[in-house]
């Protein structure tokens, strides 16, 4: 997904014999919705989308020396 944002393809190479870890993730936010009442309303590529724009900004300002947020 980020690489379509990016406008990028990246060349990938593979240990197999390395761990492989988990196979996949799912967010359950039963409990969030519980107790604050609240669920997330942004879909997953627009959120991407807005996070890689920001930090392509903040990349911008910061290599033209500009101070960048730090918090």
């Known amino acids: 997904m980020v ?9 990938r ?4 014999s ?3 870890g ?3 993730r799912n967010s359950d936010n039963t409990f969030i919705e519980q107790v604050l009442h609240w669920e997330p309303r942004t879909p997953l590529h627009t959120g991407m989308q807005h996070t890689y724009d920001w930090i392509a900004q903040q990349f911008a300002l910061r ?3 500009r101070r960048v947020v730090t918090d």
Request: glycine share 18%; charged share 25%; hydrophobic share 40%.
């Open 3 to 11: 690489e379509g944002i990016a406008g990028v393809r990246l060349e």
């Open 13 to 16: 190479t593979y240990d197999l």
């Open 18 to 20: 390395a761990p492989q």
């Open 22 to 24: 988990v196979a996949g």
């Open 63 to 65: 290599k033209a020396g």
